[in-house]
Structures are given as structure tokens and as C-alpha cells.
């Protein structure tokens, strides 16, 4: 069965960088699109970004726009999520999550968790100020 496991979280200053990896594994992998969301204690799951997974197109939520890039290994079945110039609003921990079914819905939909069938256990992010 397939599986999406997250990595490069963990405590980053103010002002740093960090990427995150997205791997699926597992089994024969196929998707339409891949999303970054994000939960920090106490408040509801945000969108954070996405790639369409056949043409890499990106969609970004307003918040990382500008300091946020969304790619995709193709062949290595991983997606990548690089942030820039992290602050304390950033905190929180990062959900991949996948569309495997369904085919591409649109790219408004693209940022609504409720379209993705496949999610990962995520990675905790704390930005240190």
C-alpha cells in the first residue's frame, strides 16, 4: 500500500530556510496533484502549496507566496516544499498529501484538503524567534 512520508522538519531560527521532502513508497504510485498543508495548535488545517503533479504547475496560498517553492521529482516519486525566510507564523506541523483518483479537479480545488485521498503523518516544523 502506498504511503507518504514526510521529512526535514525541526527547529529553524527566524530568518532561515528550510525544504521538506515528500516520498511515496509503498507500491505503484500515480497522482494528479500534491498539496502542502499546514496545522499549527488550535487552529484548522491551512493550505500551503501544490503541483500539479504531470505538468508542474504551482499554486500557493498568499501567506508563503514569494518565499515558497513547490517541485516534484518525477522519477524519485517526491515532492519538495523549500521555504524562505521562516518566522514564527510558520510553525507548525507540514502534511503532504496526494490525489490519487478523481483525476485533476481545478486549481481553486487544488487548496482544499477535502480532495486529496492520501496524506502522510507529518512533519513539525518550530520556527525559534
Known amino acids: 500500500q502506498v504511503q507518504l512520508v514526510e521529512s526535514g522538519g525541526g527547529l529553524v531560527q527566524a530568518g532561515n530556510s528550510l525544504r521538506l521532502s515528500c516520498v511515496a513508497s509503498?507500491?505503484?504510485?500515480?497522482?494528479?496533484?500534491m498539496g502542502w498543508f499546514r496545522q499549527a495548535p488550535g487552529k484548522e488545517r491551512e493550505f500551503v502549496a501544490a503541483?500539479?503533479?504531470?505538468?508542474?504547475?504551482?499554486y500557493y496560498a498568499d501567506s508563503v507566496k514569494g518565499r515558497s517553492t513547490i517541485s516534484r521529482d518525477y522519477n524519485k516519486n517526491t515532492a519538495y516544499l523549500e521555504m524562505y525566510r521562516l518566522n514564527s507564523e510558520d510553525t507548525a506541523a507540514y502534511y503532504c498529501?496526494?490525489?490519487?483518483?478523481?483525476?485533476?479537479?481545478?486549481?481553486?480545488?487544488?487548496?482544499?484538503?477535502?480532495?486529496?485521498?492520501?496524506w502522510g503523518q507529518g512533519t513539525q516544523v518550530t520556527v525559534s524567534s
Open positions: 509503498g507500491g505503484l504510485f500515480s497522482t494528479y496533484v
Open positions: 503541483i500539479r503533479w504531470s505538468v508542474g504547475s504551482t
Open positions: 498529501a496526494a490525489r490519487t483518483r478523481g483525476g485533476w479537479p481545478d486549481s481553486q480545488s487544488v487548496r482544499t484538503h477535502l480532495i486529496y485521498d492520501l
